[in-house]
Nanobody, 120 residues
Framework: QVQLVESGGGLVQPGGSLNLSCAAS????????TAWYRQAPGKQRELVAG???????NYVASVKGRFTISRDNAKNTVYLQMNNMKPEDTAVYYC??????????????WGQGTQVTVSS
């Protein structure tokens, strides 16, 4: 079994920055594809930024140039650096990770979510 623990959410003013972390622990051989999603009240969950298994990244148009996804494979941790934040970035942010387990089978996991609020 694997646990994903997210941290770094909170309240920030427009134009400010936050750095989210998602640390994976447990039955892990290595991380495969990982991503950050978000869900605002009354809206569907949407993909914000993704890191594919081959190392390429992709972003939803609304965050391009402001958000950066990265990861530290040695620490099994994924990050989302959010700069120049806007009120419309307010949402619960979720980490999603595809993990190759010690038995070499691939499993998908979700974090518990962390609240991000952008407001003056």
């Amino acid at each position: 079994q694997v646990q994903l623990v997210e941290s770094g959410g909170g309240l920030v003013q427009p134009g400010g920055s936050l750095n989210l972390s998602c640390a994976a622990s447990g039955n892990i051989f290595r991380l495969d594809a990982t991503a950050w999603y978000r869900q605002a009240p009354g809206k569907q969950r949407e993909l914000v930024a993704g890191y594919t298994g081959d190392g390429s990244t992709n972003y939803v148009a609304s965050v391009k140039g402001r958000f950066t996804i990265s990861r530290d494979n040695a620490k099994n941790t994924v990050y989302l650096q959010m700069n120049n934040m806007k009120p419309e970035d307010t949402a619960v942010y979720y980490c999603n990770a595809h993990i190759l387990a010690l038995n070499r089978r691939l499993y998908a996991y979700w974090g518990q979510g962390t609240q991000v609020t952008v407001s003056s």
